[in-house]
Nanobody, 126 residues
Framework: QVQVVESGGGLVQPGGSLRLSCKVP????????VAWFRRAPGQEREGISC????????YYKDFVKGRFTISIDNAKNTVDLQMSSLKPEDTGVYYC???????????????????WGQGTQVTVSS
């Protein structure tokens, strides 16, 4: 069983920043890709970003490019999502997920991810 736990959400004003973390088991990051997803109010879940350390791949959804940065903190065994220049439309519940290598699967075929966190709420509002 792979436990995945998100943290770091909260309320932030437009233009502000937040850093989300996805805690995974220590063996995961060397072999698994980890993807971040978002479910905005009343909308379907969508992929935001993905990182695959073993294969050197990083993906971003177009509307977060230049604003969000995904990275791995090896000391903490986390996949972090640094979010800047936040907009009200970034509001939603953010989830991370994994179940093996390759962002081409973890990100584009989310139904194949067995391991999901409980989500962390991000609210961008003045």
């Amino acid at each position: 069983q792979v436990q995945v736990v998100e943290s770091g959400g909260g309320l932030v004003q437009p233009g502000g920043s937040l850093r989300l973390s996805c805690k995974v088991p220590d063996f995961t990051l060397d072999h698994y890709a980890v993807a971040w997803f978002r479910r905005a109010p009343g909308q379907e879940r969508e992929g935001i970003s993905c990182i695959d350390k073993a294969n050197g791949h990083i993906y971003y959804k177009d509307f977060v490019k230049g604003r969000f940065t995904i990275s791995i903190d090896n000391a903490k065994n986390t996949v972090d999502l640094q979010m800047s220049s936040l907009k009200p439309e970034d509001t939603g519940v953010y989830y991370c997920a994994t179940d093996g290598p390759f962002c081409s699967v973890r990100y584009y075929r989310p139904w194949e991810n067995k391991y999901w966190g409980q989500g962390t709420q991000v609210t961008v509002s003045s």
